[in-house]
């Protein structure tokens, strides 16, 4: 499975950015899709989290300003973010849990490569 994320950038504190991620390679379905993002010194921490049924979750900082989707036709997972802060500044990152095998049933998690959202004051 690999993941590519797009959509990182430069923006002022109040803007906006959308992330991307698209999953490609071999697999039966998506299950989950999820944003984390790590910024120098922490530790990698969830931002949101999409279900195959379209239930979210989201982290207590992003609450009412991130929102995540996805389009299961095309295999990829958005993060919309608005009203950004400094402390938004974080690399993000994609994370899919994907169903591989049937017979037996068997998932795969992947990570992709990261896009690096930058805010300053």
């Known amino acids: 499975v690999q993941l590519q994320a797009s959509g990182g950038g430069l923006v002022q504190a109040g803007g906006s950015l959308k992330l991307s991620c698209a999953a490609s390679g071999s697999f039966f379905s998506i299950n989950y899709m999820a944003w984390y993002r790590q910024a120098p010194g922490n530790q990698r921490e969830l931002v949101a989290r999409?279900?195959?049924?379209?239930?979210?979750f989201y982290a207590d900082p992003v609450k009412g300003r991130f929102t995540i989707s996805r389009d299961n036709d095309k295999n990829m997972v958005y993060l919309q973010m608005i009203t950004l802060n400094p402390a938004d500044t974080a690399y993000y990152y994609c994370n899919v849990g994907v169903v591989v095998s049937l017979i037996p049933y068997s998932e795969r998690y992947a990570w992709g490569t990261g896009t690096q959202v930058t805010v300053s004051s």
């Open positions: 999409i279900s195959g049924g379209g239930d979210t």
